[in-house]
């Protein structure tokens, strides 16, 4: 047996909802979301396990976490499985439990009992690792003596230690459970041969997403907009939610005694979910940067607020709701054009990007004056996205003021304000629920880039932490390795970060 046999690393994306936050838990309304290249890792291999007899040994580990370990005891019954965390663990990971247990129930019922007797003999090993983006890195630059810029960022290993536990980690808002969950049901049912028992390529993505969202939405104990979970599985999009009801029935911890009442409803041809997902990409040279922001909000605050407010005042809420989906819908429309526009003509595009870049977005009027036959497209589209996102903010600044829930508080119109000032930059936001968590800009050039890197380091009133990460190419879920994907390579062929995930 070769290194890489049976082993099996799926990964999924992280996101950014860069339009559309509250929004987007209405069906009526539809947000922007935009997945990252940094992304997060399952690896399935065969256990140490000798004993080839029942309990069956799950092994779990976090590497990044001082290998933080979960241990899991599976009896196969028939189409039944029984399940159980080791009493021996010091603590318990319910999104990665929950996640087990259904995936393991659900493949009971959906693969022979002799695949899940092979696949499971030695015991499985599971390790799950996500991008260094995902957490904040402060604690591990501090401990290399290092400042907090991207350049310092770049020096630190993959999958570094975040130096404390799951429970006291800083998150970076990218969506850790969503892409962890993703990844890992993923990862569990092309183990086990079982990802292509749907019609077709289609509807087995669709059954992924369906079971990913489920168990996402079981361990968060709510139904949420979802959008995370399906840019895990998609990558960017417009994304207009399903129907919460689709869930309701399935939302308890007695869902495990009704294995086939749940098949039915993650099933794609037994259960029509109302999802819609329509693929983005930003348009060439237009690149995401993101930052985080030391002083965190807690996200499910914010939401409870807002709709408590839009509970109490819906015709003031409302109004205000249909004005900023229509600005949000808009900021999409005019960027897919700019991406068309690039299509069309893709020299005249690069001239205009470059002149644009070199001056502030607030400038940019003047350079479509100054054009001799005064129809530069791509000009016009860069003035227009500027103009309609800012009209985004203000919206969203009469939502802080109206609710009194600080989605782009002052401190951080402040900052934004102060990145649009660089040369080069389209937008600048507040991402998802806002708050004091993080902020992203779409920026046109590298010098653009160093600009906003520059405003970021010396903002004085928050610590403003750069992510390394931009938006991804490859999309959403990507098999790294498993089921034909280059097994049997010497280790040296595989990527960087797959012969890393190799070694944890
Ligand atoms: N590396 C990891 N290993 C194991 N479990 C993890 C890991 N990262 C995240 N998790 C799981 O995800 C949970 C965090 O989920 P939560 O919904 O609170 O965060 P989130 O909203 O996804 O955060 P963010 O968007 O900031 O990344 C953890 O309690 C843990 O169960
Ligand atoms: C406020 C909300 O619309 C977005 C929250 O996004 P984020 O976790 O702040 O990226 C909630 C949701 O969509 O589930």
Request: with cysteine; net charge negative.
């Amino acid at each position: 047996m070769t290194f890489t046999d049976r082993t099996t690393i799926v990964s999924a994306p992280g996101k950014v909802l860069l339009a559309g936050g509250y929004l987007v838990l209405d069906p009526a309304f539809s947000g922007l979301v935009v997945a990252t290249d940094a992304r997060f890792y399952t690896l399935i291999r065969p256990g140490h396990h000798s004993t080839t007899t029942e309990p069956y040994k799950v092994v779990v580990r976090s590497p990044q976490f001082n290998n933080a370990t979960w241990t899991y005891w599976i009896t196969l019954q028939g189409t039944t499985m029984d399940f159980s965390p080791s009493k021996e663990d010091e603590s318990r990971n319910t999104f990665v439990e929950l996640a087990l247990n259904y995936s393991f129930a659900m493949l009971a019922r959906l693969v022979p009992a002799e695949t899940l007797t092979k696949t499971l003999e030695s015991g499985l090993e599971i390790v799950i690792a996500g991008n260094n983006d995902f957490y904040s890195q402060r604690k591990e630059l501090e401990t290399r003596g290092l400042d907090l810029n991207t350049e310092s960022l770049t020096q630190i290993p993959l999958f570094a230690s975040t130096h404390t536990t799951l429970s006291k980690v800083h998150k970076t808002g990218l969506g850790s459970s969503a892409a962890l969950i993703t990844s890992l049901v993923a990862a569990i049912f092309i183990h086990f041969d079982a990802s292509k028992l749907q019609q077709d390529h289609t509807t087995n993505t669709q059954f992924l997403h369906n079971v990913a969202q489920f168990v996402h939405c079981l361990a968060q104990g709510k139904v949420g907009s979802g959008f995370d979970v399906s840019s895990a599985v998609w990558g960017s999009h417009t994304y207009r939610r399903f129907s919460p009801e689709v869930l309701q029935s399935v939302m308890h911890q007695d869902a495990i005694q009704d294995i086939p009442a749940l098949l039915k409803i993650v099933t794609p041809k037994e259960t029509a979910w109302d999802n819609v997902v329509v693929p983005f990409k930003l348009a060439p040279r237009l690149h995401l940067m993101l930052a985080d922001i030391d002083a965190g909000s807690h996200t499910p605050t914010l939401v409870s607020n807002v709709l408590k407010w839009r509970k109490t005042k819906p015709e003031e809420a409302n109004g205000l709701w249909s004005r900023l989906g229509g600005s949000n819908d808009k900021v999409v429309e005019l960027l897919k054009e700019l991406d068309q526009v690039a299509k069309s003509n893709i020299v005249a595009y690069d001239r205009s990007i470059q002149k644009a870049s070199t001056v502030a977005a607030s400038a940019w009027t003047g350079l479509v004056n100054q054009t001799i036959t005064n129809e530069d497209t791509t000009l016009e589209l860069l003035v227009k996205i500027h103009a309609e996102f800012l009209t985004v903010r203000r919206y969203l600044r009469e939502m802080s003021k109206l609710s009194e829930v600080p989605v782009e508080p002052e401190e951080q119109t402040r900052l934004l304000d102060a990145c649009m000032t660089v040369p080069g930059v389209l937008m600048a936001g507040v991402p998802g629920a806002g708050g004091f968590d993080a902020i992203f800009c779409i920026v046109l050039s590298d010098e653009s880039r160093k600009g906003v890197e520059g405003v970021w380091s010396g903002f004085q009133e928050m610590s403003v932490g750069p992510l390394l990460c931009q938006e991804s190419v490859e999309g959403g879920l990507v098999v790294e390795l498993g089921h034909g994907h280059g097994d049997n390579k010497p280790l040296s062929e595989y990527t960087p970060t797959v012969q890393r995930l190799l070694q944890l």
